[in-house]
């Protein structure tokens, strides 16, 4: 398991993070998720940490509260030193009925936090995530709230979930004019089926230093490989109840036949490839691992140790490849020369400034 550096902080984190979504549902959506109750909790949170996982994810609104009481109490069954654990929760979506029980605006930040350290049993959350995107709470409302949060202690870092790249970077503009803390980290979907972040988002993070959490790598089970492009329904996976996220099938199966292949020629299964080729991808800091059974946690904690060449890397990168959209293929074309400068001075040791 290797660690990396958490967006521009001093803070490292395991390449794989364990997701707690499956944790504690009890009907409805979250139900349909995962049921996951303490007993079962701790023992994936307990081979996890074995594994050299250290960080977790959770959120207020998974199982409606239930995730982070299973989670904080897994770690407190285990005796997990706090410093040993980079737990990461999140806040956007409704925790009650009021209006206000919703959203990113100061009040709901504010009374989110402390309800999520009370049901986590810490003093402090290493990572507080906004959710989502807000359009009723200006951005400096945001910032401002989370700010006061670092500055208490009660978070040491933030990060922000399924924003677009523009929203983040006028965050960050924000938060660089105000001195305030600015975000850390994205949260966001991707998976070898659904390479969409790679036009905007994955440009931006390079650019502003952001590290990037991977939810959802297997597109919800479609990627595992247990079900053919024929079959109506995703027996076995998360998508036969909840299908969700949204991919392109035949996009989707074309990625596992050839995934498959490679798979088979490894002796490993197609959802370690899956994951094995997030890991390759530079921009990837953690992915984010949910698991219902030992069995499942144990075959993506498998994932680090495959290794793919340059000629797998190019099989899956041609058979996943985006459609060429605007403004990407006319910034492509005309940057090629300079993107050849650059690297020509790069291979010579020198920097741009010193080619002639």
């Not at 660089?176 to 931006?204: C, H, K, N, S």
């Not at 939810?215 to 247990?226: E, I, T």
């Not at 144990?298 to 459609?323: C, F, H, I, Y």
Request: aromatic content about 6%; charged content about 25%.
């Amino acid at each position: 398991m290797r660690n990396k550096r958490l967006g521009n902080t001093g803070l490292f984190v395991s390449e794989l993070c364990l997701g707690t979504m499956t944790f504690g549902g009890s009907g409805g959506m979250w139900g349909q998720i995962g049921q996951l109750q303490q007993a079962e909790a701790d023992s994936l949170v307990g081979r996890a940490l074995d594994a050299g996982i250290n960080f977790i994810d959770t959120a207020d609104v998974y199982a409606e509260g239930r995730s982070e009481i299973i989670t904080g109490q897994a770690l407190r069954n285990l005796k997990v030193p706090r410093e040993n654990v980079v737990v990461a929760t999140k806040v956007f979506g409704p925790t009650g009925d009021g209006t206000n029980s919703r959203g990113a605006s100061r009040v709901h930040i504010l009374d989110g936090v402390k309800a999520s350290l009370r049901r986590l049993q810490l003093d402090h959350i290493d990572l507080y995530q906004i959710h989502g995107f807000d359009p009723a709470t200006p951005i400096e409302e945001t910032l401002g709230a989370l700010d006061t949060l670092v500055k208490h202690g009660h978070v040491r870092y933030i990060g922000v979930s399924n924003w677009a790249a523009w929203q983040i970077v006028k965050a960050l503009g924000i938060a660089e004019r105000r001195g305030w803390a600015r975000f850390e980290t994205l949260q966001a979907y991707y998976t070898i089926a659904g390479r969409d972040l790679e036009r905007e988002l994955v440009p931006m993070l390079q650019s502003e230093g952001l590290g990037l959490m991977v939810w959802s790598p297997l597109a919800g089970g479609l990627l595992s490989g247990k079900v053919g492009r024929e079959q109506s329904a995703e027996a076995g996976t998360r998508r036969a109840s909840f299908d969700f996220p949204p991919v392109d099938r035949d996009r989707a199966f074309d990625c596992v036949d050839v995934m498959r292949e490679i798979a088979d020629a490894k002796g490993v299964s197609v959802a370690q490839i899956a994951l094995a080729w997030l890991l390759h991808q530079p921009v990837v800091t953690s992915v984010i691992v949910g698991a219902k059974r030992l069995d499942q946690l144990d075959d993506n904690l498998a994932a680090t140790n495959v290794a793919l060449d340059g000629d797998e890397l190019a099989r899956l990168g041609r058979v996943s490849a985006l459609p060429p959209e605007y403004p990407g293929w006319m910034i492509e074309r005309q940057g090629g020369p300079r993107r050849e400068q650059l690297a020509q001075a790069a291979s010579a040791g020198r920097s741009p400034s010193d080619t002639r």
